[in-house]
């Protein structure tokens, strides 16, 4: 058997291996992630195993090599007391692995919006993000299909979020949920970055993102995949990926091309519900100005 050693893991993973009843089963696989579903556990169940560097999920470990992975999907999973065990082919060691909070704050610094649009754009074309920057620079939105699908509700959310009404921001979200290619699509994360931004905005901010809550989960039960429901079920409750996690304490440029550095345009994805929910969420004049 394969054994690899964690060096790091989410504190939200930590308490789910101890919460676990043992048993599991292997979602998908990827070239550096393997998704695991922890029985019994519901969305609160799911951990992910990366490949070294940033954990690009809440409930993520991150171990100091990787192997192959090819044909663990389905493949039984056992949590032990000190690791991991995909099929009896591959064991995750535990012991030694440094347990890191990336546990949202309950306020954080409002980004310099206009500032983050202008670096990000210069490096990213696809996903949701260059139609929220023009959104939020009252500027035409891109053409293509996945940006003309997604404006209108971009909006309708952007001006619910500013009017602090949950009911139309779980309405606006359902347009959002499930749109666009992959396992995390780009309406899922941009609405984990917009639930991220909510929460981090102080503590009536929470609050709206709290009352989306059971509206928004109910939706993405029919409409998108189990896994993005894992991770909006994981922003609910203040979790976040690492590069997410550290662009909110610190929103610089290096923060800023951490996130943009997870996934396809994941970290894009993010970035545009994260500064769409910070910009509507602005409480003084002040704040808006900067925002814009």
């Not at 949950?166 to 290619?181: E, I, K, N, T």
């Not at 709206?208 to 039960?221: C, M, N, Y």
């Amino acid at each position: 058997m394969e054994t690899l050693r964690a060096v790091r893991l989410t504190t939200e993973a930590a308490r789910r291996l101890r919460g676990s009843r043992g048993t599991g089963r292997v979602h998908s696989a990827f070239a550096r992630t393997l998704n695991v579903e922890l029985d019994d556990l519901g969305n609160a169940g799911w951990v992910s195993l990366h490949g070294p560097g940033p954990i690009p999920a809440p409930f993520g470990i991150a171990s100091e090599g990787w192997a192959e992975t090819a044909g663990l999907e389905g493949a039984p999973v056992r949590v032990e007391a000190t690791a991991v065990v995909l099929d009896g082919r591959l064991r995750i060691r535990l012991d030694g692995a440094a347990v890191q909070n990336t546990a949202l704050p309950a306020r954080a610094p409002l980004p310099p919006v206009s500032e983050c649009i202008t670096r990000a754009l210069a490096g990213v074309t696809g996903g949701l993000l260059p139609t929220a920057a023009a959104l939020l620079a009252v500027d035409a939105p891109p053409t293509d299909t996945l940006a003309r699908m997604a404006a209108p509700a971009l909006a309708r959310l952007y001006a619910a979020t500013s009017a602090g009404k949950a009911a139309d921001c779980v309405a606006a979200a359902r347009a959002l949920l499930g749109l666009g290619p992959g396992l995390t699509p780009a309406g899922d994360d941009c609405l984990v970055g917009w639930l991220a931004g909510a929460w981090t905005a102080g503590d009536d901010a929470r609050r709206l993102g709290e009352a989306t809550g059971p509206g928004l989960l109910a939706a993405a039960t029919d409409l998108t995949g189990r896994l993005s429901t894992a991770f909006l079920t994981a922003a609910l409750n203040g979790e976040a990926a690492e590069p997410l996690h550290g662009f909110a304490l610190a929103p610089n440029e290096r923060s800023l091309a951490g996130l943009l550095a997870l996934g396809a345009t994941s970290g894009a994805d993010l970035l545009a519900g994260y500064l769409l929910a910070r910009a509507a969420l602005a409480s003084s004049t002040e704040e808006r100005w900067r925002c814009r």
